[in-house]
């Protein structure tokens, strides 16, 4: 089937042009620039043998949004998301693309498990997928096991965990950074500071009468404080020095973190960087206003770490924008400090959120799409995916500037809440294709499926 887009904006790999681009079953067979002489004779051409023609008028064409980060909650706590809602919700959102974290119940810690995953997602996905296998102290041999180019990496938690998945035997790190076949992505916070930290806010805080905790919700930067992040942080970019590791650390909330990384390159380039969408968006003011909403592990910390993120973001300091979307129920998240569990889901919204800092005249879009397509593609060695060009995957975005408001009634989040509800964006998403079939029109699902598990160049 060939589909043309005509007449749009396209956003690639730096630039923007108006231009036409032509995908031809899975793939995208030319994409020409409308400055060219011969175009209105090339464009005509593809036109007359295309099935569907889509008039970009006035709308934006990107490669379609790669998140290395989500919990989709697939299997274990499927009551709070699962693969086919998450990513139903992704590909509304413009993410074509995903990789999904191990630390389900049970843990994905074997590549049985892993492939039982991959199975459901060829089932149910909406986008492209990928899993990380999940790193213990003694599996050492399930990830000798995994091929790399079948899976986007190993998740190794170091120093505080969600499950039972910390890794904390010194020789068990020493051989999963000295694997050398698999990028090794790291959730860096230290426990036992935490756990200081936790203490001395119930001594502070106290109890309600009621017998709930008092602790406020704005002081979780406090207690899974900045030094949490960086001891650990630091701990992990000595080993990769050590073992000249592909270390990818995730959820960068530090301006130190940030420094940490952009030195330990100059070492050791294969060291990598990850920062979420909410770090930019947020800081440490508007817990007053969302309370458990933006609860979120590594905590959203102080203005001044915000600014030094956005900073990194438009210099490219960091290999990845991302979600670590975590969707928990609404009722969960509306419990006292200590019981409402950290995670947001943002999956949906990334990229509309990354375009209303455009608005803002934060960032432009030309660098919001080479860190939510092109650098992660790149970092994860991601095949035919990532950019416009000829012979890759459609995976495609348009978008126009036209209002969008979040309510109860368009969240797609099997959670069924975002914390954007009654919020409105500047730009809205109105289509994505996944490997050249049209998942979404008009912003809204068509019920045609065609992903694909991600393949890597390892």
Known sequence: MNTLIKDITIINEGLSFQGSLLIKDELIEGIIDSKLADYPLIRHQWESTADKVIDGKDSF???????????FREPGATQKGDIESESAAAVLGGTTSFMDMPNNNPPVVTCEALEQKYEIAS?????????????????????????????????????????????DSDNALDEIFGNGKHLVALHCE?????KENTEKAKQEFGTNPDGTSAIPFSAHPQIRSAKACIECSSKAIALAHKHKTRAHILHISTKEEIEMIEKARLQTPSITGEICAHYLFFDDSYYSKYGSKIKCNPAIKSSEDRMAIIEAV?????AALATDHAPHLENEKNGDYLKAPSGIPTVQHSLQMMLQLNSQGIISKEQIVKMMCHAPA???RVEKRG???QGYYADIVIFKKEKYTVTKENVAYKCGWSPFEGESFDYTITDTFINGTHTVADGKLTGNINAKRLEFDN
């Not at 230290?190 to 935490?194: F, R, Y």
């Not at 438009?314 to 960091?318: A, L």
Request: proline fraction near 3%.
């Open 123 to 167: 089932r149910k996905s909406y986008a492209n997928y990928s899993f990380y296998l999940g790193a213990t102290n003694n599996n050492i041999e399930e990830i000798r096991k995994a091929d790399p180019r079948k899976i986007c990496g190993i998740k190794l938690f170091m120093g505080s965990s969600t499950g039972n998945m910390l890794v």
């Open 387 to 389: 950019y416009i060009r």
């Open 314 to 318: 438009k210099n490219s300091k960091v």
């Open 378 to 380: 790149d970092c994860f």
């Open 190 to 194: 230290q426990e036992s500071t935490i």
């Open 61 to 71: 064409l990107i490669p379609g949004v790669i998140d290395d980060q989500v919990h």
